[in-house]
Structure formats: structure tokens, C-alpha cells
């Protein structure tokens, strides 16, 4: 990692799709620089924030407003996108930039992705979660009314831009759900994490996942540590009607993992309370909202990627943490039986 003036940089290594990551504050306005490096001669830039927080790319441009939201992570914001790239005349040598939260990060990149059969694209995640997780490592998608993310690509950015003067602008809600990523990263190998200073937490979280993609791009191995927490989490997310945030859903995953780790031997009482104590120093919620039903959230559980057949959840252990799969129905649904309710 290097440490410039007024940010960190972090490489991802991915060869020939090889990317930098920025994080500090101002750090945007190091946008027209990274554009330059891409040899684009036009861009279009898609962004979900005010005029006044969308950095100038430095050459021609066309400025398109999005708006974050899983409603708006959608095929028809995707072809839209296509068609204004079209009509703007952009090539397969120019870029595109994205400014949001992961959602419009998401979309544009699977747009760019699919433009001329891909064209360059940078993030400048805005919110907490995209900064520390969802821009970092290519992967982009839409989601389809069958389900979350079914149809994407892996997309590798030009660069991304964490900015962290974006931070102060967003909702206490949408600051504490970035805190649920950051919160499984102390299980993930950032021991610690949730004792940094906030831009260091983001670094960090970058600096681990770059560590990860680097190592399994296509997320058959190593890459599934990363769904820390995310077996329930993604299951809540769908019960509660998107009720729950994404980061908040994964933070009582999280507190769950600790909770199964432990009925299957592979962790101590007091490794399965530090996962409750992180999560709920963070601010999160750590207990299953009163209304959902057990048996909805492990058939939910049963269609995770994760799972080949029966069910499958990245676990701690004494080697930390790894996948483990056909986890036995009644483990789990005793688990969750157990949970304290609330909220
Ligand atoms: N957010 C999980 C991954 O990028 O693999």
C-alpha cells in the first residue's frame, strides 16, 4: 500500500485489468488525472449525487443523473444507459464514470461491461458500503423480480475513488449499514479492524479484499470469505422485503455465523460472544427481526450461491474462517430458534 499526500492507494493486481483504489478525503478531485491515464477523449459520467459533488472528468462530458436504490438496479436502467452512451457517441476507447452508492456503481458497471462489449469505467463510491466492499473487484449486476443480482459480469474498474468527504453527507442509517461490512472483516483476517480510525477501517477493508480478488477473481474458492455473515443475511434481506439494509442484515448473519460456529465445535462461548460485541459496537443490529419466519429463511438460505446442495455458510474455526457446506438442516434451524428476537 502507498500512502501519498492526502490519500492511500491500494493496487489490485489483476495483470493486464490491473486497478488502483484511492482513499482520503478530496481524493476526487484526483478524477480528471485517473481519466487521463484511461487515453478516453469523451466520457459520460452517471451520477446519483448533487452537481456540486460530481468531480469534472477533466475532458468532454455528459452528465447523467441516477439514482441509488435496488428499485433502480434494473435491465431497463441499464439498456437507458446503453442508449445515451450511444447517443452521446462514445467508443469503445472512452469511459464512463459512476458516482453513487453500490447500487448505481452496479448498474453502470454492468452497463459498461456490456457497451461495445465493454468499456472503461470508473467508481466513485459515495456511501460506506460501495467504499468498502461493493466497487472493489469487478463484480456488477442487476437485479431481475426472480431474485438479487441475476444477471451480471465481472467487470474490472480503471480505478476507484473512495472518497471519504462523501462519508459526512449520508443518513446515520446508511453510515451504520457500511459498519455491517466492516464489521465481518474482523473475521475475515482484519483483526482489529473495528478499533481503527474510520478511513483506516475503509483502507483496510479495501487492502483485504484487494488480497482476496487477486487471489480467486472469479470467486470459486477464497473469494466466498468475503460472504461473511452473508448466508442469512442475503436470506433477511429477501424475508424482510429489503426492510432491513444490506449491512444490517449481514450484521445479525454475522452474529449467527458466530452462534453456528459454535454448536458445531469449531469455536469457543467466547469467540461466538465476540461476534455479538463487534457487531453491536458498531451500532448494528444483532438480533432476527420479530416477524420472520424460521422455515421462510432457511428455504431462502437453501437457493444461497454458496450452496451446491443442502447449506452452506462461511464459518469461523480454529484455522479462521472457511466455507463450510451440507451445514445439517437441524443445527441451523435449532441456531435460529435461539436467536434473541427484537426490533
Ligand atoms: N461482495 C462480495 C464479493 O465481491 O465477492
Redesign the pocket.
Known sequence: MQIKNAYRQIDVGLGERSYCVRVGAGVRHSLPELVAATGARKAVVVSARPEEWTPDPGIPFLALPARDGERHKTWDTVIELCRAFADFGLTRHDVVVSCGGGTTTDTVGLSAALFHRGIQVIHLPTSLLAQV??S????TAVNLPEGKNLVGAYWQPRAVVCDTDYLGTLPDRERINGYG?LARCHFIGVDGIHRLPLDEQITASVAR?AD??MADER?TGL?HL??YG?TLGHALETATDFRLRHGEAVAIGTVFAGRLAETLGRIGAARREEHRTVVAGYGLPTMLPADVDESRLIALMRLDKKATSGLGFVLDGTHGAELVTDVSEKAVADCLARMPRGQ
Do not use: W, Y
Open positions: 466492499d461493493a472493489i473487484g469487478g463484480k461490512e479484499k482476496i480478488v470467486d473469494r468475503l460472504n452473508h
